[in-house]
């Protein structure tokens, strides 16, 4: 199964301040067809999951512009330019290259 | 608008079985592939299985820890898909949740659309 490890996995961040997420998988995520299948998503308190990025670095509808997703192989950034209040909430990364899908650990967003 | 709705969530015995249901609505169902996940009480997320659209088969896949108890199907007449759970254990305790997958071509767009899911209560 391919490991996903994030970190940091706590990230006390102040508003309007930028913020960032690593993870890193056990092996490439790069498709011969050019696609990282990497996705970021997203649970906010008492929410389902809601989907960030997706293949690595596409925002998904709805996502605004602040949020940004980077990286290829075994390599990935979420980035945040500027965190509001609203974004409190667990981040996740999850490969969908191979199954089983494996999840990142989650990465708890907090307002300092 | 796209929804999912989870459903068949409760308190039951270990050993016992239960049935889910996530119903569909706003989109093709039968041209995409429907996965399931699930969130152990304050843990995080883990991919349970998924069953591809009957133009690819129609075939199921599952994570080890379910494989041969669980199983996936579904109902293209009705856009629901379903997750069988037999022999469950304590530690299948958790919120199920459904997602959309890949689509027509095989095209992945993330897992874009969620349910809220449904408690499992296995003690």
């Known amino acids: 199964d391919i490991v996903m490890t994030q970190s940091p996995l706590s990230l006390p961040v102040t508003p309007g301040e930028p913020a960032s997420i690593s993870c890193r998988s056990s092996q490439s995520l790069l498709q011969s067809n050019g696609n990282n299948y990497l996705d970021w998503y997203v649970q906010k308190p008492g929410q389902s999951p809601q989907l960030l990025i997706f293949l690595g670095s596409n925002r998904a509808s709805g996502v605004p512009d602040r949020f940004s997703g980077s990286g290829s192989g075994t390599d990935y950034t979420l980035k945040i330019s500027r965190v509001e209040a609203e974004d409190v909430g667990v981040y996740y990364c999850?490969?969908?290259?191979?199954?089983?899908?494996?999840f990142g650990q989650g990465t708890k967003l907090e307002i300092k | 608008d796209v929804q999912l709705v989870e459903s068949g969530g409760g308190l039951v015995q270990p050993g016992r079985s239960l049935r889910l249901s996530c119903t569909t609505s706003?989109?093709?169902?039968?041209?995409?592939?429907m996965s399931w996940f699930r969130q152990a009480p304050g843990k995080g997320l883990e991919w349970v299985g998924f069953i591809r659209s009957k133009s690819y088969s129609g075939t199921a896949e599952y994570a080890a820890s379910v494989n041969g108890r669980f199983t996936i199907s579904r109902d293209d007449s009705k856009s629901i898909a379903y997750l069988q759970m037999n022999s469950l254990k304590t530690e299948d305790t958790g919120v199920y949740y459904c997602g959309r997958d890949r689509g027509l071509f095989l095209h992945y767009y993330g897992i874009d659309f969620w349910g809220r899911g449904t408690t499992v209560t296995v003690s």
């Open positions: 999850m490969q969908s290259l191979h199954t089983p899908y494996t």
């Open positions: 706003g989109f093709n169902f039968a041209e995409y592939a």
